[in-house]
Structure formats: structure tokens, C-alpha cells
Nanobody, 123 residues
Framework: QVQLVESGGGLVQAGGSLRLSCAAS????????MGWFRQAPGKERELVAR???????YYGDSVKGRFTISRDNARNTVYLQMNSLKPEDTAVYYC?????????????????WGQGTQVTVSS
């Protein structure tokens, strides 16, 4: 069983930056694809970014050019660097692990989930 713990959320002004971290334990982190999702109040959860086991990345259209996903296999940790934050980025952010090395672009494809961390961007 894989446990995922997110950290780094908080309150930031528009235009600011935050870096989210997700520490994994149990399982073989380096073999999993990792994704960051977010869910805003009243909206469905959406994929923000994904990184494959090999380091291939994917970004949702709304965050391209502003967010960067990366992973440190030695630390069993995946990161989400968020720059130029906007009020519409306000959401609970979740990290997830997919046992398929490439990683799904769908929520249903992920096998393990963290508890989420709140990001609030004020205008």
C-alpha cells in the first residue's frame, strides 16, 4: 500500500508562487507515474499535471507555462512549482500515484491518493 502526503499549500496573493510537495511511502515510487489534481468548490476534480516514471510531463491547458511538475526518486517525492498564481487556481490540490508507468490523464486511472492540501489565491 502506498501512502501519499501533500504539503506546501497555503494562502498567497495573485501573482505569487507556491511549491507543493508530495512524499510517498510504501511501494516502488520510481516505477509510478505521479499526478497532481485539483478540485475547486462546486467543480469536478481536474488533472493539473502528470509526470511519468521516465520523466515525461503533461500539463493542463490552464496551467501551461506557469506550473512545473518534477520528481526526486531518491526522496520519493513529487513537486508542483506554481508561479504566477491566479484566483482561479484556488482549490484543494491532490497528488496521486498510477502504477502504470506512463500515467493516466484520467482521475480513474490513479491507484493511490493523498489527502489534499488547500491552495488559496487572493486577488
Amino acid at each position: 500500500q502506498v501512502q501519499l502526503v501533500e504539503s506546501g499549500g497555503g494562502l498567497v496573493q495573485a501573482g505569487g508562487s507556491l511549491r507543493l510537495s508530495c512524499a510517498a511511502s510504501g511501494g516502488t515510487f520510481s516505477s509510478y507515474a505521479m499526478g497532481w489534481f485539483r478540485q475547486a468548490p462546486g467543480k469536478e476534480r481536474e488533472l493539473v499535471a502528470r509526470i511519468s516514471a521516465g520523466g515525461n510531463t503533461y500539463y493542463g491547458d490552464s496551467v501551461k507555462g506557469r506550473f512545473t511538475i518534477s520528481r526526486d526518486n531518491a526522496r520519493n517525492t513529487v513537486y508542483l512549482q506554481m508561479n504566477s498564481l491566479k484566483p482561479e487556481d484556488t482549490a484543494v490540490y491532490y497528488c496521486a500515484a498510477d502504477k502504470f508507468w506512463m500515467g493516466s490523464l484520467r482521475e480513474s486511472g490513479y491507484d493511490y491518493w493523498g489527502q489534499g492540501t488547500q491552495v488559496t489565491v487572493s486577488s
